[in-house]
């Protein structure tokens, strides 16, 4: 996942602001979004122009988003914090299917060892 600096993030916005915008320039203006950057020698406000299509499309693009790095919640302990392997870094359990066939595999493993004398 590749960082933004803050000058993309308000540039990002003010192009999907003027995109909505010039399909439909007459909508009804909600109100103002105010975006406050920190940059390296100043504070600057950015002040956006919130009409009902900003709105709805702002809402629907950000409730669609899917950060590629949330695989779901634990089953064991709802965190949701799973690793690429889908270890929970909360309980420290496996989660899921993955992770009952890795619980499944250590136990059977264990009673082999136990039963050629291993343990």
Do not use: W
């Not at 940059?39 to 709805?56: E, F, N, W």
């Amino acid at each position: 996942m590749t960082s933004s600096a803050p000058d993309d993030v308000v540039a990002t916005l003010r192009d999907f602001v003027d995109r909505i915008d010039a399909v439909d320039p007459a909508a009804a203006v909600l109100g103002e979004i105010e975006v406050r950057v920190a940059g390296d020698v100043a504070v600057d406000k950015v002040r956006l122009t919130l009409t009902a299509p900003v709105a709805r499309a702002l809402v629907e693009a950000l409730r669609g988003y899917h950060d590629p790095r949330d695989r779901g919640c634990c089953d064991h302990c709802g965190g949701r914090r799973l690793d690429d392997n889908f270890l929970c870094l909360d309980c420290h359990r496996p989660s899921g299917l993955f992770g009952q066939m890795i619980m499944e595999r250590a136990a059977r493993h264990g009673r082999d060892r136990a039963a050629v004398g291993y343990e």
